[in-house]
């Protein structure tokens, strides 16, 4: 299965066990979504489950906490990251605080799917990766895969929590992996380990990073696209990098990153959201925390630039192997 | 579930279980069309009140619909603009040359030659006598459907290919996706591509003329799908509370992306009676009559210029094609649609007017065509001579870290010589052509 696949079953495993779970977004019903994520679910569970919103974002979210609320498992879709800003205010003051403000009360168990980063020339609109926006907010989950493997059991991990999750896919992944070099044929993922998807249920458990490649020389910090532009780096480097592929980033798996980094020593922190203030700083401020009598040279980060995403400069933009290389030789200096 | 002790639980027992209604388009793919009951009005029958007249004396003006063109081709009832043939050949000449440039950039965007596009036909008639009816220097306010305004207003279409191209000559830098133009010049406000943004902002850029006691006027437009944002009914709360001189178009084309109109709540009222609950003028037209577009407009735009607030204007209308270059209709809707619509094709309905009062035929008008056509491609060539996006990147590197602030802080600064030092340390520099 490719992630989008990956995806869909994801949600329909859920559905078919869970009568409780429904799927609703802008063009996500008879359509099947414009990434075709939702494809065939309408049909198969009707449009009381699966059914098109009206064209609001703050609508879909508010809507959701309220099922929630009533005791549904809600798992609307922002049909791409960038949109997700109408939403703001329901995500972020409601959905993130109605279990604390209301004592476990209520809860809004959703699961906020959303396609997510660029490299697609999608230019400002259509490119953003606001994960940092939501690892900001105290109540909220934030899950990125970088496999189709990963996609569904997180999917499926995250819709079975009780507590809202935004659920971030890398688009530029959704069928096949990618080495950062854009004029590079593409890859599929049939040919890939993670592409071999199990189709019934199964679960990655959230909170848990998972080591993509063990390695001595250095340790990697990243998520989504951005594994496997490292993991290509890497590789054509010939560097003996440890790759932590984080997976979730609220929870975040601290004993795999300080492991690792104690054993290393070097960490570069590799992500594809502006640098400021972006997830990148808190890894680089927990290494710092708990590493520092490790580490052997200053942290690494590997970002993108502090400019909204350009269109037609877009692979100037994008931390690709160039990039990942310089800072692998400044990381390894001394 | 808590349970009364007096009623309990089991009291419900016996009501009729509660169902969720989802709205269903009337026809998909396969099914035969059937238009019949969309009500179409005969031209000429709806009233035209004074523009002095209070809003809430014509709320029926936002259930019906203004029509001027009649099966005949005949300009017809009290919203006849009566315009001069050569406004009309102006006009006509206009939408047709939309026409040709969208053709010309779709087919382009197929060949490679830039990412995206987006046309706007069968809605030729939204944007472009608008453009017409409004003065010049009143600010537009637009969605990415509305290339019209800038092809009505005489804009270079040399310009807008650079844009969409992201070559050299683009005003843009490169930085905005094709056809989100920004031309300041020309009355036409930068596109965003989060949707319904821009309704707010005009009415806070007529709000803002007004406050200056300037005498120009704001437009915008947006979906009819765009109608469920939360954007939209602020800037209708604060364009009634200040009587701001703007015009909120809502082109209802009948689909947003998938999603029929009835996701925005089509099926219970229209679109123009948005304005009823706010207490703004409302009125619906027909959307493919060019003359009821104009006429409703320069009526809308004299009430804003004579301080008697907003109009929010429903142009009834239908998208003949996809979405954009990235949708494929096929999969949603049938295929029967597009010539099924009831009100016809814009620019033909014109045509047979001007041919209808003596004042062109058939011939000119192929003749017209086929010079736009060639206009179009004379453009095209000029355009691609500064690059096409297919070739890779036309602008220098460090413009990326242009225009993030007015002056640039340290730590662009320093992104940016960090940017430069790793391209050319590459040796796979990006300067390549
Ligand atoms: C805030 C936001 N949400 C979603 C989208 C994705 N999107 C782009 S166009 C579109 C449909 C808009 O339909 P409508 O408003 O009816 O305008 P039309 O395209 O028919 O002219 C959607 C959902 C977006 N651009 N911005």
């Known amino acids: ?334 | 579930m808590a349970s009364d002790p007096e009623r309990g639980t089991s009291a419900r027992a016996n009501l009729q279980p509660l169902s969720l209604y989802v709205p269903e388009p009337k026809f998909r793919p396969g099914d035969a069309v059937d238009f019949s009951e969309v009500h179409v009005p005969p031209a000429g029958e709806t009233r035209r009140p004074d523009i002095a007249d209070k809003a809430s004396t014509f709320t029926d003006l936002a259930y019906q619909l203004v029509r001027v063109l009649d099966e005949d081709g005949q300009a017809v009832g009290p919203w006849n603009p009566r315009l001069a043939p050569d406004t009309l050949r102006n006009i006509l000449r206009s939408m047709a040359l939309v026409r040709a440039f969208d053709e010309r950039m779709f087919r382009a965007q197929r060949q490679g030659k830039t990412s995206f596009y987006m046309k706007c036909t069968g809605e030729e008639a939204v944007a472009v006598p608008a453009a017409y009816a409004l003065d010049y220097d009143d600010m537009c306010f637009p969605s990415y459907r509305q290339q019209g305004l800038l092809i009505a207003r005489g804009w270079s279409m040399v310009d807008m290919m650079n844009q969409i191209y992201s070559n050299t000559a683009d005003r843009l830098q490169g930085k905005q996706l094709p056809i989100m133009y920004s031309v300041k010049e020309a009355g036409f406000f930068s596109i965003s591509g989060n949707l319904t943004t821009q309704y707010p902002q005009a009415v806070g850029w007529a709000m803002a003329s007004a406050a200056k006691g300037d005498t120009r006027i704001a437009a915008t437009w947006c979906g009819e799908g765009s109608t469920a944002e939360g954007d939209f009914h602020s800037a209708c709360t604060f364009a009634s509370v200040y009587r701001a001189p703007v015009i909120l178009n809502v082109v209802n084309n009948q689909w947003a992306i998938s999603s029929f109109s009835g996701f925005a709540g089509a099926e219970s009222t229209t679109f123009a009676a948005r304005a009823v609950g706010y207490g703004i003028a409302g009125l619906r037209v027909d959307g493919n009559d060019a003359l009821a577009v104009y006429a409703a407009t320069a009526w809308a735009a004299e009430r804003a210029r004579t301080n008697q607030g907003p109009t929010l204007i429903e142009h009834f209308t239908y998208r003949a094609e996809g979405h954009s270059t990235s949708d494929d209709p096929g999969q949603y809707r049938s295929e029967g649609e597009p010539n099924a619509w009831p009100l016809g094709d814009p620019i033909k309905r014109l045509k047979d007017h001007l041919i209808a009062i003596g004042e062109w035929d058939e011939e000119r008008h192929a003749a017209q065509d086929k010079e736009l056509a060639d206009e179009v491609k004379r453009a095209q060539k000029e355009a691609e001579q500064n690059g096409i996006l297919g070739h890779g990147l036309h602008q220098p590197l460090d413009t990326l870290f242009d225009g993030v602030f007015e002056d640039m802080p340290w730590h662009l600064r320093e992104q940016q010589a960090q940017m430069v030092a790793e391209e050319t340390a590459s040796g796979r520099p990006w300067a390549r052509k």
Request: net charge negative.
């Open chain 1, 1 to 334: 299965m490719n992630m989008i696949q990956a995806i869909n079953s994801a949600m329909d495993v859920m559905m078919a066990r869970d009568p409780d779970v429904i799927v609703m977004g802008e063009d996500v019903g008879y359509f099947g979504g414009v990434f075709r994520a939702t494809a065939g679910l309408q049909q198969k569970y009707g449009k009381q489950r699966v059914f098109d919103t009206p064209i609001s974002e703050l609508g879909i979210i508010g809507v959701a906490v309220g099922m929630g609320a009533y005791g549904l498992r809600p798992v609307p879709e922002i049909q791409f990251a960038d949109y997700i800003y109408p939403a703001l205010d329901q995500l972020v003051s409601e959905a993130a605080r109605l279990r604390y403000r209301s004592a476990g009360e209520f809860t809004a168990p959703m699961t906020v799917r959303s396609p997510f980063g660029g490299g697609i020339f999608g230019g400002q609109t259509h490119s953003q990766s606001p994960e940092g926006i939501f690892t900001h907010v105290s109540g909220v989950k934030t899950v990125i895969p970088s496999t189709p493997y990963d996609a569904k059991g997180l999917l499926i991990a995250a819709i079975e929590d009780n507590d809202p999750t935004i659920f971030f896919e890398p688009k530029r992944i959704y069928n096949g992996p990618f080495d950062g070099y854009w004029d590079r044929p593409a890859q599929n993922w049939s040919k890939h380990p993670a592409g071999e998807v199990p189709t019934g249920y199964y679960k990655v458990e959230l909170g848990k990073a998972k080591v993509v490649r063990p390695g001595e020389a250095l340790t990697i910090l990243a998520y989504g696209t951005m594994v496997h532009v490292a993991t290509a780096t890497v590789a054509e480097a010939g560097i003996d990098a440890e790759i932590i592929d984080l997976r979730t980033l609220v929870p975040l798996d601290i004993d795999t990153i300080e492991a690792s980094v104690k054993k290393t020593g070097r960490c570069m922190i590799v992500h594809e959201a502006t640098r400021t203030s972006g997830f990148g700083a808190e890894l680089s401020a927990i290494v710092q925390e708990r590493c520092f009598y490790h580490l052997e040279a200053p942290i690494e980060r590997v970002t993108g630039f502090d400019t909204p995403y350009p269109h037609s400069l877009e692979w100037a933009y994008f931390p690709g192997p160039v990039r990942i290389g310089e800072a692998l030789k400044k990381l390894m200096k001394d």
